[in-house]
């Protein structure tokens, strides 16, 4: 069994030499019983500011080599509930960086599902993270599904009206991401539904763009379901 005042000691070693991220993909690969206790030393040093995960991470480029983008990439995720978010623009740059990094696999927006875990432990963060989302919508858009999702459990309301006003965003991404949100969202009434439907239908009316128009195409059904039992 390691030792974890030994791992730590040469975790901070391999930063101080530059081999980081070199250090801790061997480790894993070699120790992959002992995943649990790197992934808890690394929180430990990183919240007691020893280190930054986040600034390490950063530097992780997907290109061939002798270190695995992907085995070295989860080490973060399944470290992501565990860690301090002190810096907040910084932490989402480098989990974006990572993101972009793996490209169009389907796996690339895995790393959000622990960061959705995460919001859903600390409200605080959550208010975080959507102030500098609404500071900057067009560079976070990645985080507008987690955000939403996890603010609209104990505040549907506020962050449905949020959702909303994303509709008539000049960024296309960013309308499509919402429209796409209107259809997953647990509504707590029929009326904020038919809102939402509604509101949907007058998009499919005026838009052009082809993947948000994919977006309402099936909710349309719905809409016409919730219309019938209206009547």
């Known amino acids: ?13 391999s930063k101080n030499n530059g081999l980081f991220l070199e250090y801790i993909y061997d480790f894993y690969l070699k120790n992959f019983d002992e995943k ?3 992934f808890s030393t690394l ?34 995720e399944d ?4 860690i301090d978010f002190k810096h907040i623009p910084d932490s989402l740059e ?4 990572l993101i972009k990094e793996a490209g169009t696999d389907m796996a690339s927006h895995s790393i959000l599902v622990k960061f959705q875990q995460k919001l859903e432990s600390d409200e605080n963060l959550l208010e975080q993270v959507l102030e500098v989302f609404q500071k900057q919508p067009e560079l976070y858009k990645d985080f507008l599904g987690s955000i939403i999702t996890v603010g609209a459990k104990t505040d549907f309301d506020r962050f449905f009206e949020l959702n909303f006003k994303l509709l008539d ?30 509101k ?8 052009s763009d082809d993947t948000i128009l994919a977006n309402i195409t099936p ?8 219309e019938t039992k209206k009547a």
């Open 200 to 207: 949907l239908r007058l998009l499919g009316e005026i838009e």
């Open 94 to 97: 480098c989990i974006e960086h």
């Open 36 to 38: 649990q206790e790197l």
């Open 169 to 198: 965003s000049s960024d296309n991404e960013i309308k499509c991401r919402a429209t796409y949100l209107l259809g997953q969202l647990n509504y707590p009434d029929e009326a904020t539904m038919i809102t939402s439907l509604e």
């Open 43 to 76: 929180a430990e040093l990183h919240n007691s500011e020893k280190i930054d995960l986040f600034g390490e991470f950063i530097q992780l480029k997907n290109e061939s080599g002798n270190r695995d983008f992907w085995m070295t990439r989860f080490i973060l």
């Open 79 to 82: 470290t992501l509930t565990m």
């Open 219 to 226: 909710l349309s059904t719905l809409l016409e379901g919730v």
């Open 1 to 13: 069994m390691t030792n974890q005042a030994d791992l730590s000691s040469k975790i901070l070693e």
